[in-house]
T-cell receptor, first 113, second 115 residues
Framework: GENVEQHPSTLSVQEGDSAVIKCTYS??????FPWYKQELGKGPQLIID?????GEKKDQRIAVTLNKTAKHFSLHITETQPEDSAVYFC????????????FGGGTRVLVKP | GAVVSQHPSWVICKSGTSVKIECRSL??????MFWYRQFPKQSLMLMAT?????????EQGVEKDKFLINHASLTLSTLTVTSAHPEDSSFYIC???????????FGQGTRLTVV
């Protein structure tokens, strides 16, 4: 089955700096890669996703890049703000597998004012 | 995005009792719903996948007789933790996806505490 590795497990950045989280996946059949933000005591919230036919996607301060050959994808947050502090999860899935998501281990991001 | 409502948000129950958690898709038809379990400071672990009108598919190591899943309609799935024990205390999260989209939308989660 699919295996997703996520690094780093914790990330502390100064407000205004950029944050980068990296994930690798094992199953070359995976074709959908979402990123979720989870705040304490809440369910994950989709913040951005990318499909395997695209190499990069951007939404305001958030961007995701995908390297299919190397089987890794990254989340980039620019101009970080204290409200970006949360746990971020990457995931991978293959639609024919019923959209079953395999999650990375999570990254706890702390943005220091 | 689409809205998935999970209820209750938290519940405390006594050992040996059963607890039911509901997951509703409010503005789309959820052909597939997923149930996850999350321990503190850990990732989400998939427990089972349910498709409307059919039996749930459980992940390896998840007891189907203990975690009963029902997906009787396109907008509602329930997870019942039967004969709960303290080790079942956890954060349970559902997600739902429709037939045409790949995105999975998550509920708010349910904090279960068994005392």
């Amino acid at each position: 089955g699919e295996n997703v590795e996520q690094h780093p497990s914790t990330l502390s950045v100064q407000e205004g700096d950029s944050a980068v989280i990296k994930c690798t996946y094992s199953d070359s059949a995976s074709n959908y890669f979402p990123w979720y933000k989870q705040e304490l005591g809440k369910g994950p919230q989709l913040i951005i996703d990318i499909r395997s036919n695209v190499g990069e996607k951007k939404d305001q301060r958030i961007a995701v890049t995908l390297n299919k050959t190397a089987k890794h994808f990254s989340l980039h947050i620019t101009e970080t703000q204290p409200e970006d502090s949360a746990v971020y999860f990457c995931a991978a899935s293959f639609k024919a597998a019923g959209n079953k998501l395999t999650f990375g281990g999570g990254t706890r991001v702390l943005v220091k004012p | 995005g689409a809205v998935v409502s999970q209820h209750p948000s938290w519940v405390i129950c006594k050992s040996g009792t059963s607890v039911k958690i509901e997951c509703r898709s409010l503005d789309f038809q959820a052909t597939t719903m997923f149930w996850y379990r999350q321990f503190p400071k850990q990732s989400l672990m998939l427990m089972a996948t349910s498709n409307e009108g059919s039996k749930a598919t459980y992940e390896q190591g998840v007891e189907k007789d203990k975690f009963l899943i029902n997906h009787a309609s396109l907008t509602l799935s329930t997870l019942t933790v039967t004969s709960a024990h303290p080790e079942d205390s956890s954060f349970y999260i559902c997600s739902a996806s429709g037939p045409l989209n790949t995105e999975a939308f998550f509920g708010q989660g349910t904090r279960l505490t068994v005392v």
